[in-house]
Nanobody
Framework: QVQLAESGGGLVQAGDSLRLSCAAS????????MSWFRQAPGKERESVAG????????YYADSVKGRFTISRDNAKKTVYLQMNSLKSEDTAVYYC?????????????????????WGQGTQVTVSS
């Protein structure tokens, strides 16, 4: 059983930056591909970014490419999401998720149902 705890959310202005963290416990972190999802009010949860077990393979939603960076530190059992040039449309609850994977360099899934564990979420609000 893996527990995930997000932190780093808050209220910022458009153009600002935030770094989200997701700390894992209770499992072998390096066995999991990790992703960030988000859910805005009245909308479905969507994939934002993902990183392979190795950290060497990443993907990004088109809406955040060039602005967000996902990374992981397997020694610290933590995955990060650096968010720059924030926009009001980035306002959402951000969730991290863990996907059990056999492949060190496997591309993380982009579908919720592919993920085994979820954090409780952290609110990010961007005022324009």
């Amino acid at each position: 059983q893996v527990q995930l705890a997000e932190s780093g959310g808050g209220l910022v202005q458009a153009g600002d930056s935030l770094r989200l963290s997701c700390a894992a416990s209770g499992g072998t972190f390096s066995n999991y591909a990790m992703s960030w999802f988000r859910q805005a009010p009245g909308k479905e949860r969507e994939s934002v970014a993902g990183v392979s077990r190795s950290g060497g393979i990443t993907y990004y939603a088109d809406s955040v490419k060039g602005r967000f960076t996902i990374s992981r530190d397997n020694a610290k059992k933590t995955v990060y999401l650096q968010m720059n040039s924030l926009k009001s449309e980035d306002t959402a609850v951000y969730y991290c998720a863990a996907q059990r994977s056999q492949y060190l360099w496997g591309i993380p899934g982009r579908v919720e149902s592919e993920y085994d564990y979820w954090g409780q979420g952290t609110q990010v609000t961007v005022s324009s």
